[in-house]
Every structure is written in structure tokens, then in C-alpha cells.
């Protein structure tokens, strides 16, 4: 008679393999998403700067404000108005000059609280 040889895994050693993996996975997950924000954080500092760059360009040029943002992008200053990554859109809140008309500075519409504890808004 021949010996009669079971290839595969056990039940035990399946459910062994799996609480592993559940068990990394439930410490990668939050990292990884923190890691998402923080890549948020960091596209949405830099369209800041690109738009009040652009800004501050119009301005020494133009000698005034530029109305809307959409003037920035006809006039060459921008390719296209950069988007806000937290609020996935093209829209941001205006700052009017102080005792002039046109933009003067902008600043995300999110109420969002961001890793430093400051409301994107505040940025």
C-alpha cells in the first residue's frame, strides 16, 4: 500500500497567515493615509505661493490688483488657476486689497483642521 501524502495548509496555519496580515495591515493603514494628507498639505502650500506669486508679479507690472484670477491666466501670469487639493476645485477665497480694488491675496475655502492644528483657511 502506498502511503497516502496530503499537500496544503491546515485550517490553524491559513488562520495564523491571516491574523499576520490583518495585523500589518491595520498598523500601515493609518500611516498611509496620514501620508496622503500630508501630500495635500504640501501641494496646497505651494499653489498658495504660485497664485500670490503671480499676484505680487501682476502687481509690479500692472500697477494695480488684478480683478479675478482668471485676469492672471489671460495675462500670461498663469497657465491655469491651480487647484486647491482639500477642496478638489479651482475655486478659493478672495482678500480684496485694502483701499484698492483686485485680489490681493487668496486662501482655501476648507474649515478643515490640518496637522498643525490651523484651519486651512488661516493658511
Do not use: C, H
Amino acid at each position: 500500500m502506498k502511503d497516502k501524502k496530503n499537500n496544503g495548509f491546515t485550517i490553524v496555519e491559513l488562520l495564523v497567515v491571516l491574523s499576520v496580515i490583518a495585523l500589518l495591515l491595520s498598523i500601515i493603514t493609518p500611516r498611509y493615509f496620514g501620508k496622503i494628507k500630508e501630500g495635500q498639505e504640501v501641494v496646497l502650500k505651494q499653489n498658495l505661493a504660485t497664485i500670490r506669486r503671480a499676484i505680487d508679479q501682476y502687481y509690479s507690472d500692472q500697477g494695480k490688483y488684478p480683478d479675478t484670477l482668471e485676469n492672471l491666466k489671460t495675462r500670461k501670469y498663469l497657465r491655469e488657476i491651480p487647484e486647491d487639493p482639500i477642496m478638489k476645485s479651482q475655486e478659493w477665497e478672495i482678500i480684496k486689497a485694502p483701499n484698492e480694488a483686485g485680489i490681493y491675496d487668496v486662501k482655501s475655502k476648507s474649515t478643515e483642521v490640518s496637522s498643525n492644528d490651523k484651519i486651512y483657511a488661516e493658511w
